[in-house]
């Protein structure tokens, strides 16, 4: 068969002649907006209810600042995995990359002596957190070179990746936590903005940016067209690879900065930072709507998975549910919500 191929990004719009987003009518840009994407709103709803009733704390301004403030390290990680999703790969790697991040940085700027950890003292203190975002970066860098240059399958690249980083963090650290952080990572992780965390505003800052540039920019909409079809997309003229690689990066770079964010706030670095939270990631991106398989989802209903994670969590403490079942109601509430986004947006789930 003769003829340009014009690849379909996954929820229909013609991606235009060379996959070009300039060949969209204003229109078409409007449908990535769909009912779907607000299929966890009445979810939250309910959630915010339960929590009334439960306790009469929940809606509390200091209650609900905290809820949020807690969402926003996590809310990164699903950002930067919800665009690599979209692109159809994934990151296992992001959790480690949020504790080791810092860890490394602090270690090339903290002194060798005088402290309970031991650096190397090799650049001056202000350039913690440029070497925090450095590294991360660094590190998505890396797996898209394993990914698209070396071919190496994906997941088990970033598996391998993720357990690399994290034995790299404990040999760094002995297993003991980082309590001597430099004073710009307490700013960011402790400020507040016109009466709310800092970390907040920044994170719906990052969500805005996101999803105005996977909406309005031509980069930003050819992340749908190749994960919805890698080869079609290739074929209109879509450097995939590149564009590919460089979502990658900018994935390992959000979660250094959610490490920042999550150091600040804590005033310290944990041995065990990150442990655990990709799975946290992948189901609030999937509840939120963005398809494992690529091409389809927004970083609207990405960031309302978040927060539904984040209020089950603080409607189970503030009912006094003992923590050892915890982890069986975030698993029966994932369940819950995905059975309700699927009948409330009519589509079949992947």
């Known amino acids: 068969m003769t003829g340009t191929v014009r690849p379909l990004a996954a929820d229909g719009i013609d991606s235009g002649p060379k996959g070009s987003p300039a060949g969209e009518r204003p ?39 905290s809820v949020v403030q807690q969402s926003s390290e996590l809310s990164l990680l699903v950002l930067g995995q919800a665009l690599i999703l979209i692109c159809g790969r994934m ?52 797996n898209g070179f394993l990914m698209l240059k070396l071919r190496v399958n994906g997941f088990i690249a970033t598996l391998g990746m993720l357990t690399m980083l994290r034995g790299l963090h404990i040999g760094i650290t002995e297993g003991k936590s980082i309590t001597d952080v430099p004073e710009s990572f307490r700013y960011l992780g402790k400020s507040e903005w016109l009466g709310a965390p800092a970390a907040v505003w920044i994170c719906l800052a990052l969500f805005a940016v996101g999803g105005a540039a996977l909406a309005w920019l031509r980069h ?19 450097r995939v690879d590149r564009v590919t690689w460089i979502v990658l990066a900018i ?6 900065f959610a490490g920042i964010l999550y150091t600040g706030h804590y005033g310290s670095v944990a041995a065990t930072q990150g442990n655990g939270w990709i799975f946290q990631v992948f189901a609030a991106a999937v509840i939120g ?41 975030n698993g029966a509430i994932i369940i ?7 009948f409330a947006s009519g589509e079949k789930q992947d």
């Open 27 to 65: 229109l078409d840009r409007l449908k990535l907006i769909r009912w779907s994407d607000f299929s966890l709103v009445p979810v939250i709803l309910v959630l915010m209810l339960i929590g009334f009733i439960v306790s009469p704390v929940f809606l509390t301004s200091e209650n609900l600042i």
């Open 91 to 142: 990151d296992l790697s992001l959790e480690s990359t949020i504790g080791i991040a810092p860890v490394v940085a602090m270690w090339l700027v903290l002194p060798s002596e005088g402290g309970r950890f031991a650096g190397l003292g090799l650049l001056p203190t202000w350039s913690a957190i440029p070497l925090c975002l450095l590294v991360g970066l660094a590190i998505g860098a890396v």
């Open 220 to 238: 930003g909409r050819s992340l749908y067209a190749i994960g919805g079809n890698p080869e079609a997309a290739r074929a209109a003229g879509i």
């Open 251 to 256: 994935g390992g770079l959000l979660a250094a």
């Open 289 to 329: 709507g963005i398809s494992l398989k690529g091409g389809r989802g927004t970083l609207f209903g990405a960031l309302t998975g978040v927060l539904t994670l984040q209020l089950v969590v603080n409607v189970m403490t503030l009912g006094g549910v003992p923590a050892l079942w915890n982890q069986f109601l």
């Open 336 to 342: 819950v919500a995905l059975v309700i986004s699927r």
